[in-house]
């Protein structure tokens, strides 16, 4: 069993940054992928970034590549997302997931366990 516990979100005006973290506890950590979704209101949860702990591959989706950075810490056990030149369009509430898998990281039904969310709102 994991739990996830996300971090960071508030109010930010377009053209700001925001970090989020994912403090996870439970088991090890290393072994998962990890990823972020984001849902905003009447919208379906959508894919964010994603990283493996093999070989640190990384993904992102087109809409944030270039502004979002996502990293983990295994010592800390911890994910975090790198959020800037946030745009309006960014808000939604953003999940950190967790997975024992390592394909289709992309797809939320690939995660076993959730985080609770945490809402960021970008203001034009």
């Known amino acids: 069993q994991v739990q996830l516990v996300e971090s960071g979100g508030g109010l930010v005006q377009a053209g700001g940054s925001l970090r989020l973290s994912c403090a996870a506890s439970?088991?090890?950590?290393?072994?998962?992928?990890m990823g972020w979704f984001r849902q905003a209101p009447g919208k379906e949860r959508e894919f964010v970034s994603a990283?493996?702990?093999?070989?640190?591959?990384?993904y992102y989706a087109d809409s944030v590549k270039g502004r979002f950075t996502i990293s983990r810490d295994n010592a800390k056990d911890t994910v975090y997302l790198q959020m800037n030149s946030l745009k309006p369009e960014d808000t939604a509430v953003y999940y950190c997931a967790a997975t024992y898998g390592s394909s289709r990281l992309t797809y939320p039904d690939v995660y076993e366990y959730w985080g609770q969310g945490t809402q960021v709102t970008v203001s034009s």
């Open positions: 990283i493996r702990w093999t070989f640190g591959i990384i």
């Open positions: 439970g088991r090890t950590f290393s072994s998962y992928a």
